[in-house]
């Protein structure tokens, strides 16, 4: 299936073209770990959770990497102020980052690899930008790198060279919008020995290096917030590109800003909402729902009465879900199709492809979501009212497929999962009695075959006097 991607860089929906074919490489920007995530946070990593879910969902395998930015200023500033250490800081909300992920239901990254982590990794990166003259060590033992030397410079967040201000102070800087890969050490700040002197990594060096470690030179999606084009995201592809000397990524993604009363939500303006304050009073598939309900790239007006609406649309949802499942054991398994039955399986068929055709369509949740609430309606319009086993098994199983993708109904489809399997314990049960009857009235031969199919699937029978056991062995290949 084709996938088009809106490309931060070009500014056009791209088709999706991977390095490797059958495989996705996606980075995507993850916390610096020195308070609570907020509903921003949530938006992004909601967003590429689902893109993540969207591309296994249609057949590729993903590499998904995220770091954690687990020594910053802004750590430093925050275990300063509580007389604690930084690594005090940075484990709790680490703990507390992956607690409120879990609970939102975003799958984990495979890979979480944090800066300290890299330290070594670090220096050598910047030892080879230096040997290559897109880096210079400065008076202070600081390592800065040498923007002019990057001519794309500015193509990612559209700023052009006269544009540019002073990104961050220090000495010896050459430009003033030079960027720090290396910061000297300063007292009552934790460092690590370099060549240039005690000291830390500055905040674009790490994306670099460990999504090129993981996911090779160049890969497929970098993602992040919409405030990290620039200058983060920006200075990660110069310093990337300068040293490998070839495209880096080839689709950068990123999520629109949350807002409240048109201000951008953020503990520096006043008005960031704390996930675990949401997750409190609301269901995570709400949560999702609602963020899902707007498309990635645009800007959220974050409310709660926009959450409230969400959640009433949950519930509909969610009973026809239970409908389905509670109609899907009661009734006989039957593929009969009349007409009226073929024009529903039809319009469940349209569902289907509605549903993968948005999806395909840069993610476009919004549009997606449309033909789950169309599926909804048929349920409650048609289905309920004339239930047949085909369609009650078709609508129960483009539901999945929604829930798989948004992540909305998975405690309810893990019930059937589990029911299931208490289910094939009691036919196979089921199926020794009739064996036990068999043999009663001495027709051993099927008695015999019944033990012997059983045996082709795995399943082997010990007799005893008064009762038959079984356990699972092997599956005999057909």
Not at 28 to 35: A, E, L, M, R
Not at 172 to 182: M, P, S
Not at 224 to 240: I, K, M, W
Not at 256 to 285: A, C, I
Request: proline share 4%.
């Amino acid at each position: 299936m084709d996938v088009r991607i809106y490309n931060t860089l070009s500014g056009v929906k791209e088709l999706f073209e991977p390095v490797t074919p059958g495989v996705v490489r996606m980075y995507v920007c993850g916390p610096t770990v020195y308070d609570y995530s907020h509903v921003g946070h949530a938006r992004t990593y909601v967003t590429f959770d689902v893109v993540r879910r969207f591309f296994e969902f249609i057949g590729y395998s993903v590499i998904y990497v995220q770091n954690i930015t687990d020594i910053d200023d802004k750590i430093i500033n925050r275990a300063i102020k509580e007389n604690r250490e930084w690594k005090e800081i940075s484990d709790y909300y680490i703990k507390a980052y992956l607690e409120d992920m879990d609970k939102l239901l975003v799958k984990r990254a495979y890979i979480q690899p944090r800066v300290t982590e890299h330290i070594s990794d670090i220096i050598d990166f910047i030892n080879k930008l230096i040997a290559k003259g897109h880096a210079y060590v400065s008076s202070d033992g600081s390592v800065y790198f040498d923007v002019d030397s990057y001519m794309p410079y500015g193509e990612l967040s559209k700023i052009k060279r006269n544009e540019l201000k002073p990104i961050e102070l220090g000495e010896g800087k050459r430009k003033v919008y030079d960027f720090a890969l290396w910061k000297a050490f300063k007292p009552n700040e934790p460092y690590w020995e370099s060549p240039w002197g005690k000291g830390r990594p500055g905040w674009h060096i790490e994306c670099s290096v460990m999504s090129s470690k993981y996911l090779g030179e160049e890969f497929d999606i970098h993602g992040g917030g919409q405030d990290l084009v620039f200058p983060h995201h920006e200075n990660e592809r110069a310093q990337s590109e300068a040293l490998f000397g070839h495209k880096w990524v080839r689709y950068w993604m990123h999520t629109g800003l949350v807002t409240v009363l048109g201000q951008r939500m953020g503990k520096s303006m006043g008005n960031m909402v704390p996930l675990r304050e949401l997750l409190s009073k609301f269901k995570p598939e709400v949560i999702r729902l609602y963020l899902l309900g707007t498309q990635y790239r645009s800007p959220l007006e974050f409310s709660f009465e926009g959450v409230e609406n969400a959640a009433q649309s949950y519930e509909k949802l969610l009973s026809s879900v239970e409908l389905l499942i509670k109609l899907s054991k009661e009734l006989e398994p039957s593929y009969k199709l009349g007409e009226k039955e073929l024009a529903v399986m039809e319009d469940l068929v349209n569902i289907e492809k509605g549903f993968l055709n948005a999806m395909s369509d840069d993610f476009n949740t919004p549009v997606a979501l449309t033909y789950l609430y169309k599926l909804h309606s048929i349920v409650k319009g048609i289905i309920a009212y004339n239930p047949t086993y085909a369609i009650v098994s078709k609508a129960l199983h483009l539901f999945q497929d929604f829930s798989n993708v948004f992540g909305l109904f998975e405690k309810q489809f893990t019930q059937i999962t589990e029911g299931r399997g208490d289910l094939t314990e009691k036919v196979i049960d089921l199926l020794i009695e009739v064996r036990q009857r068999h043999r009663k009235i001495k027709d051993y031969e099927t008695a015999d075959w019944i033990a012997s199919e059983l045996r082709k699937l795995g399943i082997e029978l010990e007799d005893f006097k008064d009762k038959t056991t079984w356990r699972i062995k092997q599956i005999t290949p057909s």
